[in-house]
């Protein structure tokens, strides 16, 4: 069977430590495609100073080229929330002899029990996890065994984690700082060039 790897997130921006979470764990469960999802609405969590759906798109499409990763808009072509079961679905479709993977970051796993159709999820892929925090692997495996309780299929990986965040990008923008290192060199010319992130984030 083919082994596909699913990474979504809102990608706002996708930085480095996306990128090195996805080439670690296409390298360690040896799969043949790894695409990247941007969501178009996140139901998990309020977006600060979201960039257009266009924009974040565009920007993991630069950062996936140089990586051979593979990029789908499957989730902005629905214009409402996206939900991961929705898109679950929609790949195994697409793909129907093959054993997906979700990718999660620390945050994301440690709530997976509460996400909508959270049992679809479970039966349509092995979710996998990495720490990204001193403390995290501990609190993954163990909430990996609450949700293997529930049937679910896990893999975490102790994969050294880049301390980058998406809001850390930000805000290094907003005040005019050096991105180099952050973010892929393309997505740092993408934002120079669109002039995104410039604007004081809400609290």
């Avoid at 790894?34 to 309020?46: E, N, T, V």
């Avoid at 593979?70 to 129907?96: A, F, G, H, N, W």
């Avoid at 909508?116 to 999820?121: D, G, L, P, R, S």
């Avoid at 495996?141 to 930000?170: G, H, W």
Wanted: net charge negative; proline share 4%; aromatic share 6%.
């Amino acid at each position: 069977m083919q082994k596909i790897a699913i990474f979504g997130g809102t990608f706002n921006p996708i930085h480095n430590g996306h990128i090195h979470l996805a080439k670690q764990f296409a390298l360690l469960l040896g799969v043949e495609k790894m695409i990247l999802i941007p969501a178009l609405m996140p139901p998990h969590k309020q977006a600060k100073n979201l960039a257009s759906a266009k924009d974040r798109l565009e920007m993991c499409r630069l950062a996936a080229a140089e990586n051979l990763f593979e990029v789908s808009d499957i989730e902005m072509k629905r214009q409402d929330l996206s939900y991961t079961s929705d898109t679950l679905r929609e790949l195994k479709q697409t793909y129907p002899d093959s054993e997906l993977y979700l990718i999660t970051g620390e945050d994301m796993f440690l709530t997976l029990a509460h996400w909508h159709e959270a049992q679809t999820i479970f039966e349509l892929a092995t979710i996998c996890a990495a720490p990204r925090s001193n403390s995290g692997l501990e609190k993954l495996v163990d909430y990996a065994k609450i949700l293997q309780r529930n049937s679910a299929k896990t893999i975490i990986e102790n994969i050294d984690y880049l301390p980058i965040s998406s809001t850390m990008v930000r805000n290094a923008v907003k005040n005019g700082k050096n991105i180099a290192g952050l973010v892929p060199p393309v997505v740092a010319d993408y934002i120079i060039e669109n002039n995104l992130y410039l604007e004081q984030e809400n609290e």
